[in-house]
């Protein structure tokens, strides 16, 4: 297969396997699937999704756990001319019954169906007697369906803007680096879209795909030692995890095969991203994307260009990016306003269910906030629910949590805006530690490095990690559960 040829993604990877049946495709936990097998593996998988109804074009729920038979169902449903739709394996019964009465699925795999539809358990093995042999080929009308609460909590999903075609996936892997043939490290829960998407892409680009069930730091540095990777997918959270590892571990890790280390979709604080730049010793390959589950538009930036331009997310590499006051006047370098949106021009573009995008003339919102210097390189402030307006003050969380991370006490933090009666709102902190520290410390901390404004009132300590292996975190459920009811 090439990469200019375009085919059904089924259909392309059985072309990969016809080719070369031997190469691994995925790994985990020491047991690897080579193309042929998966090739194999997925068509009978299919034929069992068939047999409980699923046709072309229908959206399957997956809540599997990371693993081999994550990539068997999916390619599975690709076989079928499904939409994938991955969701956690941990989603309760009602937040599942949300997001799969939005998707309509046809069937569920991983999880119990809690309306009553098709579902197979995790660990389904269908039944030998169902033929292995290659199923006519079929285009998906969409190559994934993830899920996202954004900020207001409740679900929708995001049809992908591409179909199920080879070509959908491999127009991606030139400006993201994810070079044909390469070994690709998946350090994240494939429920989410980042890693969910690039490791189907190294997929379909030849590529074998090491799977990570859990994601400890040292771990990650083992895979990393034993596998020889060449494309590294992580989290600021992991990553700052990795660097606060003893010097004795760290220092018996073996970087030198990652040629591409790449994080999306959480703000990575300074002081990580200076860690992993002296660390690596070559800055041009950590890389940075700023996009959204939408991919309406992209900017990009590496080790080399951040340190020319520190807390940048990059300048646009496709689409077109607009910085706006709240009457959509635009607004100059250097001051915050909400970030819009405009795909390329005759790009095919996402859809929801469940959801409206928020639009104004032609230009779309995800909810961000930022602002552009003058060399055209983007920064982020924050998101505009999670703004915290204090006695007339824009005050933005995750500048406030970068502060707090970099303090050696806290592993985690997030910051909330409460009510108060003086102010119209308090910063208040939440904060994982490694170890104690006082309150004093904290504020001291934080009003050393910003405005008076800017310190928490308030701090409280959380008995467990405050994002997920994702790096994600919903600050509005966080609030709303503070509030007095």
């Known amino acids: 297969m090439t990469q200019e040829a375009s085919y059904p993604l089924g259909v392309g990877l059985d072309r990969l396997a016809a080719e070369d049946p031997g190469a691994p495709a ?22 069992a999704l068939a047999g409980l109804g699923v046709t072309a074009g229908d959206l399957v729920t997956i809540g599997l756990p990371n693993g081999i038979e994550f990539f068997v169902a999916t390619v599975a449903v690709w076989k079928i001319g499904g939409t994938p739709q ?8 009602a937040e599942l019954a949300s997001v799969i009465k939005v998707a309509d699925s046809a069937a569920v795999i991983g999880l119990p169906s809690p309306d009553g539809r098709p579902s197979l358990p995790a660990g389904f093995v269908p039944d030998p007697a169902l033929s292995d042999a290659p199923l006519l080929p079929v285009t998906p009308p969409h ?5 996202s609460g954004g900020s207001t909590g409740l679900p929708k999903v995001i049809l992908s803007a591409g179909s199920g075609t080879t070509n959908a996936l491999l127009s991606r892997a030139g400006f993201l680096r994810i070079e044909r043939r390469s070994t690709f490290l998946l350090t994240a829960p494939l429920y989410h879209n980042a890693p969910f998407t690039f490791a189907s892409i190294a997929l379909v680009n030849a590529g074998h795909v090491v799977v990570m069930p859990r994601f400890d730091p040292a771990d990650v540095l083992s895979h ?36 591409t280390l790449f994080h999306i979709g959480a703000p990575c604080p300074d002081h990580v991203k200076r860690g992993w730049l002296d660390w690596l010793g070559r800055p041009e390959a950590l890389l940075e994307h700023y996009s959204g589950t939408e991919a309406i538009a992209v900017t ?17 590499v496709s689409g077109e990016i607009m910085i706006t006051d709240e009457e959509f006047r635009e607004l100059p370098a250097g001051e915050v306003g909400e970030v819009w949106m405009r795909p ?8 929801y269910l469940g959801a409206v995008p928020r639009k104004r003339q032609g230009w779309e919102s995800l909810g961000d906030m930022g602002s552009f210097d003058l060399d055209g390189y983007l920064y982020l402030a924050d998101r505009r629910s999670d703004m915290i307006l204090v006695g007339g003050a824009n005050v933005y969380p995750a500048e406030i949590e970068a502060v707090l991370e970099a303090h050696s006490s806290v592993e985690s933090a997030v910051v909330i805006g409460l009510p108060d009666a003086d102010l119209g709102n308090r910063v208040h902190a939440i904060v994982f530690t490694a170890e104690a520290v006082t309150d004093e410390e904290l504020a001291a901390h934080v009003r050393e490095r910003l405005a008076p404004y800017k310190v928490p009132l308030t701090f409280e300590r959380s008995a467990a990690a405050l994002r997920d292996d994702a790096g994600k975190v919903r600050r509005s459920a966080l609030r ?6």
């Open 26 to 47: 995925v790994t985990c936990s020491g047991v690897t699937l080579t193309r042929a097998e998966l090739a194999r593996a997925s068509n009978r998988y299919a034929r």
């Open 344 to 351: 390329p021009a005759g790009k095919p573009t996402y859809r």
């Open 300 to 316: 990009a930036i590496d080790g080399a260009d951040w340190l020319r331009h520190p807390g940048s997310v990059g300048r646009v």
């Open 480 to 485: 709303a559960a503070r509030l007095p009811h």
């Open 86 to 93: 991955p969701v956690s394996g941990r989603l309760p019964p």
């Open 224 to 259: 990393i030692r034993r596998h020889r990777p060449s494309w590294v997918y992580m989290v600021p959270t992991l990553m700052g995890r990795i660097l606060r590892l003893p010097e004795a571990v760290r220092a018996g890790a073996d970087l030198a095969s990652v040629r």
């Open 143 to 147: 190559w994934k369906a993830p899920t």
